[in-house]
């Protein structure tokens, strides 16, 4: 009974590589979020989503491309992966704005 | 636009002993005010939110922290340490006129308390 869960929790890749991270959440929130967190813990939102649509993308490269098929997914996809690219990647959900954020457990990339 | 500062990247104290995690944020609308902790390989989790009701404010796990807009600080605070308390601490700011939770992060506190 996992509030929110991504997948996989763990992934190594070579750089040039595209992977995909998915997320799902059970809680029946209008909104989901993506996070990086880099090596020193520092977290920065990437992309929030509302009922499917698209309404924040901060400066993310555009490999990254966030999907969200319906509104309890919402999966991100990374193309032509490079070094810099390795962080643990949340997944977040909530219900409305300025409502507290539930997290996932986090992915987390390594590209080598 | 909001920010977050934590203060002291690292704080340890002893088993029993008084938690302070010092916050200050900026923001030019009133704020919502948000504590995360995150355990080794989890997720954030909740611990309290400030949204304009009572400006102290009880969390989980023992945890309060008191707004003071005149310091712009957000402090958290813990009576007694438990072992278990060892986490790293995030504290947040959301504006409240824009959509979606934009949370703005602090860079954390790593708490670790010895026996």
């Known amino acids: 009974d996992t509030a929110v869960s991504q997948t996989p929790k763990y992934l190594v890749t070579q750089m040039g590589n595209d992977k995909s991270i998915k997320c799902e959440q059970n809680?029946?929130?209008?909104?989901m979020y993506w996070y990086k967190q880099d090596s020193k813990k520092f977290l920065k939102i990437m992309f929030s989503?509302?009922?499917?649509?698209?309404?924040i993308n901060e400066t993310v490269p555009n490999r990254f491309s966030p999907k969200s098929p319906d509104k309890a997914h919402l999966n991100l996809h990374i193309n032509s992966l490079e070094l810099g690219d390795s962080a643990v990647y949340f997944c977040?959900?909530?219900?409305?704005?300025?409502?507290?954020?539930?997290f996932g457990n986090g992915t987390r990339l390594t590209v080598t | 636009a909001q920010s977050v500062t934590q203060l002291g990247s690292h704080v340890s104290v002893s088993e029993g002993a008084l938690v302070l995690l010092r916050c200050n944020y900026s923001?030019?609308?009133?704020?919502?005010l948000f504590w995360y902790v995150q355990y080794p390989n989890q997720g954030l989790q909740l611990l309290l939110k400030y949204t304009s009701a009572a400006t102290l404010v009880k969390g989980i796990n023992g945890f309060e922290a008191e707004f003071k807009k005149s310091e712009t600080s957000f402090h958290l605070t813990k009576p007694s340490a438990h072992m278990s308390d060892a986490a790293e601490y995030f504290c947040?700011?959301?504006?409240?006129?824009?959509?979606?939770?934009?949370?703005?992060f602090g860079e954390g506190t790593q708490l670790t308390v010895n026996p």
């Open positions: 977040a959900s909530s219900q409305g704005y300025n409502s507290p954020l539930h």
């Open positions: 923001s030019s609308v009133p704020p919502y």
């Open positions: 989503y509302n009922n499917k649509e698209l309404i």
């Open positions: 809680l029946g929130h209008d909104t």
């Open positions: 947040a700011v959301s504006d409240r006129e824009t959509s979606g939770s934009r949370l703005t």
